[in-house]
């Protein structure tokens, strides 16, 4: 029974591991006498010592010591016991007889040395003089008291220094498991562990030299950060850091955030309640505040808020304990910080719809992007409205074109009214944020009103299309898209005729965007690379429209109609054989059965090149809009798995791609119901009678009616159908009537049709943001760095500079290089250089022209060596696709020998260029 209830006790420490000593260096030691002066509360117990069982009898006296050891050997010859004995008392050698030393191991009483022990335990054949004469015995006892906690986890080679010691305290009573100490390492230890615990927990000696250890990699910062471990606070390190993020940011006495004498009183108070009263360099507290927000961005960045979610609460609470919460936007990582910026980016906006002046929002958008949040996928959404919003109120803030006929209508509505019909989708579903959401109606509001004004304007420039009268070569009546396109693309490739059925340009413009992502190529005729579009027949409906498309003359009909006039068109009949007629496939071809996914013999068909001419119809777009459904779609391929699928396949044939819906759409922005006075649609009646102010009477050729007339409202918030859909079409509004149209090819395939070439993508020039510096901003972030700080400028020019997702973007206006470019002398002499001419002939074959290069070279030099990869696109007429060729062409050139003249900064999308080694490696 003693024995029983002795195992359940554990002998001391210090005497533990002195044994595990002994029995590593003699592994049959027994009868072990240990020097031992404090009396035992358990005078006997039992404890397993390296897998084997031991007992521990404490004696007072010697002749306690003969009577263990005379039962101990009883029990070893009757073999009933094989346990090993320990003796532990108070004498040693002197005060013990002769023949009980000759019965003990060794012959004497062993005395405990922590450091000879730790030294045996750990395997060094030295321990550094300097550890053991100024840290005593208190090191070596933390050291034996934590073995079983680091010593299966670390190696200390031959000799044990104070570093190394150090690492082991930190592993064995901190858990410290990081492989250097930094700040760093150090707040990534702070939110895997319950520091609090861990550091109270300590004992006192180890408490008072814990700066010891810092030092070793925090030499100024270890006294700031030893103060915030032993504080009293329950708040973390990361948390206090945190705060000083904020509260010594080196801009916070430049904004208007807090005035002074309430800054000096937060310190005050900051100081007493975290850092024990002392009065610490403001730089050290400025450094401590980078790190941590370098810290957070990194963690939020890479695996999300969770991790930090603690401490980033800690420290707003911090920050509003000492009354300065109102400077925490100058935090790119508190939550709080945030919702300031938005507060401050809806301000902005509210002021740019009244005064027309949109620096300070491209500034407040800047600064939202600067915050790591903003960066999670729960946030894309934000932020993509946000830069909607933007782009939005730079369209309204611009000045109107002239729209003085049709052509004039349609040329704008391609170029720069789809993109906000497409940012006013994108908007009119709102924003949880109260400030942002009111703002964002309100800018609905004022681009509604001037898209009304141009429908409006439209509406008056109806009658030559129907009619029918030639306005603009660009603008192909849709009747004739199979004999002006389809027909010359398919002499020379296999097509692809893909319609989605009530596709606006708004959302073609969407979808192009992911289009380009998954590696397709818009192209044009080389001699005509202006954007075209298909118009529409009246009403604008799928019976008319698509009938007329897919018929290659103005018809109305249903599917079967579709079919056959598609199969039996002469001219299409005599590019594709007997055997493989002129195909076009409907949604119940399309879909295999019970099931969204492709078919598998129209895929085949599709993959194949034996049927030259294919054509598709998709209703994806026109599904959603008969819903009544509440949701916000985003057009993108994965949106539309069948339109994906159907392009693959495509792609394996080689298959050029036409592009193109047979109408357009207008959404639900409040529509308004009216009774229709005859036969009508969702959006046409066919009525006799006077046309309200909304809407215009039409007739003509185009309108394919019994009457060759329509009545057709023109605003978009009329509607004929009492049943409120997603959105509507059969209207005459720019919406509805221009048709989107793009010839696509693989990116592998860029040179498929002779004549037509790849072009970039025209984006309006409102929808680029404003390189945004403020020469007195209201708040200036400083982006944290692990090794310099970047220069003020830099770092403003970096947080401006937008990351355009579009991998072919180029501002109108600016689509081509010039040719009359006043280089620089000394960049021309580059190209007649030795050195140049050498690296041209090693390079060989290259895809980069000399005039190419030039243009770069003298880009960044204006620039001081650096430019956004944008504004290179947009300088260069590159398509983005072709970006990271064209410049790894360029290193081949520029980077003689390996030297990183050349360089780019993916991470920042930033092309640098070292001027002064440029200069001396060509011997300029």
């Given at each position: 029974?003693?024995?029983?209830?002795a195992s359940?006790?554990?002998?001391?420490?210090?005497?533990?591991t002195q044994?595990?000593?002994?029995f590593?260096k003699?592994?049959?030691?027994?009868?072990v006498?240990i020097?031992?002066p404090e009396?035992?509360?358990?005078?006997e117990?039992?404890?397993?010592?390296?897998?084997?069982?031991t007992?521990?009898?404490y004696c007072?006296?010697e002749l306690?010591?003969?009577?263990a050891l005379?039962e101990h050997?009883?029990?070893?010859?009757s073999?009933?016991?094989?346990?090993?004995?320990?003796?532990l008392s108070?004498?040693?050698?002197?005060?013990l007889?002769?023949?009980?030393l000759?019965?003990?191991?060794?012959?004497?009483p062993?005395r405990?040395s922590?450091?000879k022990?730790l030294?045996?335990?750990?395997?060094?054949?030295d321990?550094?003089?300097?550890?053991?004469?100024k840290?005593?015995?208190w090191m070596?006892?933390a050291?034996l008291?934590r073995f079983d906690?680091y010593?299966q986890?670390m190696?200390f080679?031959?000799?044990l220094?104070?570093?190394s010691?150090?690492?082991?305290?930190?592993?064995?009573?901190?858990?410290?498991?990081?492989?250097?100490?930094?700040?760093q390492s150090?707040f990534q230890?702070?939110i895997q562990?319950d520091e609090?615990a861990l550091?109270?927990?300590?004992p006192e000696?180890?408490k008072?030299?814990l700066?010891?250890?810092l030092?070793f990699?925090?030499p100024k910062?270890?006294?700031l950060?030893?103060t915030i471990l032993?504080?009293?606070?329950?708040?973390?390190l990361?948390?206090?850091?945190?705060?000083?993020?904020?509260?010594y940011?080196?801009d916070i006495?430049?904004?208007?955030l807090i005035?002074l004498?309430a800054?000096?009183?937060a310190?005050g108070?900051?100081k007493?309640?975290?850092?024990?009263?002392?009065n610490?360099?403001?730089?050290?507290?400025?450094?401590?505040?980078?790190?941590?927000s370098?810290f957070?961005?990194?963690?939020?960045?890479?695996?999300?808020y969770?991790p930090?979610?603690i401490?980033?609460g800690?420290?707003e609470q911090i920050?509003a304990?000492i009354d300065?919460?109102?400077?925490?936007e100058?935090?790119?990582?508190?939550?709080?910080s945030l919702n300031k910026?938005l507060?401050r980016?809806?301000?902005?906006?509210?002021?740019a719809?009244?005064?027309?002046?949109?620096?300070?929002?491209?500034c407040?958008?800047?600064?939202?992007k600067d915050h790591?949040?903003t960066?999670l996928d729960?946030?894309k959404?934000?932020l993509?409205?946000?830069s909607?919003a933007?782009?939005?109120?730079?369209?309204?803030?611009?000045a109107?074109?002239?729209l003085?006929?049709?052509?004039?209508?349609?040329?704008?509505y391609?170029?720069?009214?789809?993109?906000s019909?497409?940012?006013?989708s994108?908007l009119?579903?709102?924003?949880v944020h109260?400030k942002?959401n009111?703002?964002?109606?309100?800018i609905?509001?004022?681009?509604?009103?001037?898209?009304?004004q141009?429908n409006?304007?439209f509406s008056?420039q109806?009658?030559?299309l129907?009619?029918?009268d030639t306005?603009d070569?660009?603008?192909?009546?849709?009747?004739?898209?199979i004999?002006r396109?389809?027909i010359p693309v398919?002499?020379?490739?296999?097509v692809?005729?893909?319609v989605l059925?009530?596709?606006?340009e708004?959302?073609y413009?969407?979808l192009t965007?992911?289009?380009l992502k998954h590696?397709?190529?818009?192209i044009r005729?080389?001699?005509?690379?202006?954007e075209?579009?298909?118009v529409?027949?009246?009403?604008?409906?799928?019976?008319v429209s698509?009938c007329?498309?897919?018929?290659?003359?103005l018809?109305s009909?249903?599917?079967?109609?579709?079919k056959?006039?598609?199969?039996?068109?002469?001219?299409l009949k005599?590019i594709?054989s007997?055997?493989f007629p002129?195909t076009?496939?409907?949604?119940?071809?399309?879909?295999?059965t019970?099931?969204?996914?492709?078919?598998?013999e129209?895929?085949?068909?599709l993959?194949?090149?034996?049927?030259?001419?294919?054509?598709?119809?998709?209703n994806?777009?026109?599904?959603h809009?008969s819903?009544?459904?509440q949701?916000s779609?985003?057009?993108?391929?994965d949106a539309?798995?069948?339109?994906?699928?159907v392009?693959?396949?495509a792609?394996?044939a080689?298959?050029v791609?036409i592009f193109t819906?047979?109408h357009?759409?207008?959404?639900?922005?409040d529509?308004?119901?009216?009774?229709?006075?005859?036969?009508?649609?969702?959006r046409?009646q066919l009525?006799t009678?006077?046309?309200s102010e909304?809407?215009?009477?039409i007739?003509g050729?185009?309108v394919?009616?019994?009457?060759?007339?329509?009545v057709l409202?023109?605003?978009e918030?009329?509607?004929?159908t009492?049943?409120?859909?997603?959105?509507?079409h059969?209207?005459?509004s720019?919406q509805?009537v221009?048709i989107?149209?793009g010839?696509?090819?693989?990116a592998?395939?860029?040179?498929?049709?002779e004549?037509?070439?790849?072009v970039?993508r025209?984006?309006?020039e409102?929808w680029?943001?404003?390189?945004a510096?403020?020469e007195?901003?209201?708040?200036v972030?400083?982006?944290?760095?692990?090794n310099?700080?970047?220069?003020k400028?830099?770092?403003?020019?970096?947080?401006?500079?937008e990351v355009m997702d579009d991998m072919f973007g180029i501002?109108p206006?600016?689509?081509k290089?010039?040719t009359e470019?006043n280089t620089?002398?000394?960049i021309?002499?580059?190209?007649?250089?030795?050195?140049y001419?050498?690296?041209?002939?090693?390079?060989g074959?290259n895809a980069?022209?000399d005039?190419?290069?030039?243009?770069?070279?003298?880009?960044?030099s204006q620039?001081?060596?650096q430019a956004m990869?944008?504004?290179?696109?947009?300088h260069?007429s590159?398509?983005?696709?072709?970006?990271r060729g064209f410049?790894?062409?360029?290193?081949k050139l520029?980077?003689?020998?390996?030297?990183?003249?050349l360089?780019?900064e993916r991470d920042?999308?930033t092309?640098?260029?070292?001027?002064t080694?440029l200069?001396?490696q060509f011997?300029l």
């Amino acid at each position: 029974m003693q024995s029983a209830q002795a195992s359940a006790v554990h002998a001391p420490m210090p005497i533990t591991t002195q044994l595990q000593a002994i029995f590593l260096k003699d592994q049959q030691a027994d009868c072990v006498a240990i020097v031992w002066p404090e009396e035992l509360t358990n005078r006997e117990m039992v404890a397993t010592i390296d897998g084997r069982a031991t007992r521990f009898v404490y004696c007072p006296s010697e002749l306690a010591i003969r009577e263990a050891l005379v039962e101990h050997t009883k029990q070893r010859e009757s073999d009933k016991n094989k346990e090993r004995l320990v003796l532990l008392s108070k004498f040693d050698e002197v005060h013990l007889a002769k023949d009980v030393l000759a019965r003990i191991w060794k012959n004497e009483p062993q005395r405990i040395s922590p450091w000879k022990t730790l030294q045996q335990l750990i395997k060094v054949r030295d321990v550094d003089p300097r550890l053991t004469k100024k840290n005593g015995r208190w090191m070596a006892e933390a050291l034996l008291n934590r073995f079983d906690k680091y010593h299966q986890q670390m190696t200390f080679g031959e000799v044990l220094d104070t570093e190394s010691a150090w690492q082991a305290l930190a592993l064995g009573y901190l858990n410290y498991c990081e492989p250097v100490m930094d700040l760093q390492s150090l707040f990534q230890w702070s939110i895997q562990n319950d520091e609090r615990a861990l550091v109270n927990a300590l004992p006192e000696d180890i408490k008072l030299n814990l700066g010891v250890w810092l030092n070793f990699g925090l030499p100024k910062l270890s006294e700031l950060v030893h103060t915030i471990l032993l504080g009293k606070q329950n708040e973390s390190l990361l948390s206090i850091a945190l705060a000083c993020s904020v509260l010594y940011h080196e801009d916070i006495q430049k904004t208007s955030l807090i005035d002074l004498t309430a800054l000096h009183t937060a310190r005050g108070m900051f100081k007493s309640q975290f850092l024990g009263g002392s009065n610490f360099n403001e730089s050290l507290l400025q450094t401590l505040g980078l790190e941590a927000s370098l810290f957070a961005n990194k963690v939020v960045t890479s695996t999300g808020y969770k991790p930090v979610n603690i401490a980033l609460g800690e420290a707003e609470q911090i920050l509003a304990s000492i009354d300065i919460i109102d400077a925490i936007e100058l935090s790119p990582v508190l939550p709080g910080s945030l919702n300031k910026r938005l507060d401050r980016f809806a301000l902005s906006l509210e002021d740019a719809l009244n005064d027309g002046e949109t620096h300070k929002a491209d500034c407040s958008f800047s600064y939202i992007k600067d915050h790591s949040f903003t960066k999670l996928d729960a946030k894309k959404e934000l932020l993509r409205r946000a830069s909607m919003a933007l782009r939005l109120v730079r369209w309204l803030s611009s000045a109107e074109d002239a729209l003085i006929d049709a052509a004039s209508s349609i040329n704008h509505y391609m170029r720069e009214g789809c993109y906000s019909d497409w940012g006013r989708s994108l908007l009119w579903s709102g924003d949880v944020h109260e400030k942002l959401n009111q703002v964002y109606q309100r800018i609905s509001e004022e681009a509604g009103k001037r898209r009304e004004q141009q429908n409006k304007t439209f509406s008056s420039q109806l009658t030559p299309l129907s009619r029918g009268d030639t306005i603009d070569d660009r603008f192909i009546p849709v009747e004739q898209a199979i004999d002006r396109l389809v027909i010359p693309v398919a002499d020379q490739s296999p097509v692809l005729l893909l319609v989605l059925d009530g596709m606006s340009e708004a959302v073609y413009r969407e979808l192009t965007e992911d289009l380009l992502k998954h590696h397709w190529l818009e192209i044009r005729e080389k001699s005509r690379q202006d954007e075209c579009c298909l118009v529409s027949a009246f009403p604008t409906i799928t019976k008319v429209s698509r009938c007329s498309l897919l018929s290659g003359r103005l018809a109305s009909g249903v599917a079967v109609d579709e079919k056959l006039a598609f199969k039996e068109h002469p001219s299409l009949k005599k590019i594709a054989s007997t055997k493989f007629p002129p195909t076009l496939f409907h949604k119940q071809d399309l879909q295999q059965t019970r099931s969204v996914a492709l078919n598998n013999e129209v895929r085949a068909k599709l993959a194949s090149t034996e049927h030259r001419v294919l054509a598709a119809v998709i209703n994806a777009v026109d599904d959603h809009l008969s819903s009544g459904s509440q949701v916000s779609v985003a057009w993108t391929l994965d949106a539309i798995p069948l339109l994906r699928q159907v392009l693959e396949a495509a792609r394996e044939a080689g298959r050029v791609v036409i592009f193109t819906s047979d109408h357009g759409h207008v959404l639900d922005h409040d529509s308004v119901y009216q009774q229709a006075q005859t036969e009508n649609g969702e959006r046409y009646q066919l009525s006799t009678g006077q046309p309200s102010e909304y809407e215009v009477a039409i007739s003509g050729k185009r309108v394919v009616t019994e009457t060759n007339s329509v009545v057709l409202p023109w605003s978009e918030r009329l509607r004929y159908t009492k049943s409120k859909n997603m959105g509507y079409h059969g209207g005459g509004s720019l919406q509805e009537v221009v048709i989107p149209l793009g010839v696509y090819v693989s990116a592998t395939d860029s040179d498929v049709i002779e004549g037509w070439s790849p072009v970039a993508r025209n984006l309006p020039e409102w929808w680029y943001e404003e390189l945004a510096v403020e020469e007195n901003p209201p708040t200036v972030m400083s982006k944290p760095s692990e090794n310099t700080r970047k220069s003020k400028k830099i770092k403003n020019a970096e947080a401006a500079a937008e990351v355009m997702d579009d991998m072919f973007g180029i501002p109108p206006e600016q689509d081509k290089v010039s040719t009359e470019i006043n280089t620089s002398p000394w960049i021309s002499d580059i190209f007649t250089s030795a050195v140049y001419q050498q690296a041209k002939q090693r390079v060989g074959r290259n895809a980069v022209k000399d005039e190419q290069l030039m243009a770069l070279i003298e880009l960044l030099s204006q620039q001081n060596g650096q430019a956004m990869e944008a504004a290179v696109l947009r300088h260069l007429s590159l398509p983005k696709i072709r970006l990271r060729g064209f410049l790894a062409g360029a290193q081949k050139l520029l980077n003689v020998d390996g030297y990183p003249i050349l360089s780019v900064e993916r991470d920042s999308q930033t092309i640098k260029l070292n001027l002064t080694d440029l200069k001396k490696q060509f011997e300029l």
